[in-house]
């Protein structure tokens, strides 16, 4: 049976090679078009934002948290995927009501360079970080860390998937994420079957963490219900979908995509909820999973990651190319510059699974707490209309957000004990409500003195 991940990763890799078309104009690989000329339809477009979401670091999480707390932890990690609901909000908002073309034009007219300049940084590392993640999980199935297989099967399906995007462009994303998509959907039912037939897959085992409060699992709930009104507008390959098609395909596939997506991490997440309720002590999740379904449904299992790690990648790569030579303009848009644009963040996540840290599990959370500085710029600048919201209060924020995500990084790795010994997830649920907080006051703040500064001064009376 060795042979036959493999054999399926190859039979994807080939048959999204088949589906690539060459891209011959900026607008078929920067912006999605068909050969043709025509923007991607309802199906299509949602289908690629759910498959694009649903990555493979996103799948280990949920089954994860599912193994440890409960389906209270799988349904805090599907409450991130509510996303799609304010994400829909953001682009109505932003493009058809106000006519921006992207994020960075919206915040260069609002906070001048500064105000891109910042954005800038953040989505690059997480654009950065989703190519890392996506191919340590391929590593990590493959083989043992720093093996033979391991660095191989990475090496192997970052070529492959450079190859076919660096061919395609966004366009070849498209195609490939539908394709993707139907395998992924047809796979995750194969298993949740394998697992009622199994007789292992019963509400009792699924609710046997009791729901408290004060637990990880509705603390995490509460975190996801924090950040979403922010995660949406600092994630690139969300945000690049709602600039593709007219204003009815592109809300109707958010919304679409949210309740599709949310229900594929449930049930993905609800095969580690299972492994939980039947974990003896020293046992890993995979290793309760294989006992209670077998080996070929673990088969099914992998092939899901593996899947959605290269829907993820090549989205990834087309929203970097779109990033650098589109929205940030750095160099010349051209095909070739694109092209140049996908290499490099693939050699530098492939540096970073060679070198670089390898915890997965706290990406999300303080990816997603750098992302609410711009939580106030929604709520404010976007939805509110203030157009005199003053720079300082944007960079304030902006440091808050980051200060905070450092701080839950060292805090979760235990590199400092600064917010006591309270669970990881405590300590998230406390920086996520300050950053939130207080960044909406410096906003409030600075829109106040803003409008003081440009209020009419009241004439003195003359004698």
């Known amino acids: 049976m060795d042979f036959v991940l493999p054999a399926i990763v190859a039979t994807v890799a080939l048959s999204s090679l088949l589906l690539t078309s060459r891209a011959n104009d900026n607008s078929t690989f920067f912006n999605g078009l068909s050969i043709n000329g025509s923007p991607p339809g309802l199906l299509l477009l949602t289908l690629s934002q759910v498959t694009t979401w649903i990555f493979a670091r996103s799948l280990m999480n ?28 953001i682009i109505d908002s932003l493009r058809f009501k106000q006519g921006y073309d992207s994020i960075q034009a919206f915040l260069q007219a609002r906070f001048g360079a500064w105000g891109a300049g910042c954005y800038n940084v953040v989505v690059g590392l997480r654009l950065l970080s989703e190519v890392f993640a996506n191919l340590l999980v391929i590593g990590i199935l493959f083989g043992v860390t720093g093996s033979q297989s391991y660095a191989l099967s990475v090496i192997g399906l970052a070529l492959v998937t450079l190859l076919y995007s660096m061919i395609g462009g966004l366009h070849a994303s498209l195609r490939t994420d539908l394709l993707q ?23 009792d085992a699924l609710t046997f963490k009791p729901f408290e409060i004060d637990q990880p699992g509705p603390i995490l709930m509460a975190v996801a219900l924090l950040q979403i009104w922010s995660y949406p507008m ?37 095969l580690g909820v ?48 779109r990033l650098a030579v589109v929205n940030m303009r750095v160099i010349e848009p051209t095909l070739r510059n694109g092209r140049i644009t996908m290499a490099l963040f693939m050699l530098l996540g492939l540096l ?95 829109d106040l003195l803003a409008n003081r500064r440009r209020s009419p001064v009241a004439s003195a009376v003359r004698p």
């Open 274 to 321: 299972l492994a939980g309720a039947n974990a003896m002590a020293g046992d890993t999740m995979n290793q309760v999973l294989s006992r209670l379904l077998g080996e070929i449904p673990m088969l099914l299992f992998s092939a899901a990651l593996v899947i959605s790690a290269m829907s993820t990648l090549d989205s990834t790569l087309s929203s970097a190319s």
């Open 352 to 446: 970073l699974v060679f070198a670089g840290n390898k915890d997965l599990f706290s990406a999300v959370a303080v990816s997603g707490t750098a992302s609410m500085y711009l939580a106030p710029v929604v709520f404010f600048s976007l939805w509110g209309g203030r157009e005199n919201i003053p720079l300082w209060s944007y960079l304030a924020t902006f440091v808050l957000a980051i200060t905070g995500a450092a701080l839950y990084f060292t805090e979760s790795a235990n590199h400092t004990q600064w917010l006591g010994d309270m669970h990881k997830y405590t300590k998230l649920l406390y920086i996520s409500i300050s950053v939130l907080g207080i960044g909406c006051l410096l906003f409030w703040v600075g």
């Open 181 to 203: 998509m139907l395998l992924f959907i047809g796979i995750l039912l194969l298993l949740i079957l394998s697992a009622l037939v199994s007789g292992h897959l019963t509400l």
């Open 234 to 270: 600092h994630d690139p390959v969300m945000m690049d979908r709602g600039f593709l098609s007219d204003r009815e395909t592109t809300r109707r596939s958010f919304l679409h995509a949210a309740w599709i997506s949310i229900l594929c991490i449930i049930l993905f997440g609800s």
């Open 62 to 89: 949920a089954a994860i948290l599912g193994y440890y707390y409960g389906i209270w932890g799988t349904l805090a990690y599907a409450a991130y995927y509510l996303s799609f609901l304010t994400g829909g909000m």
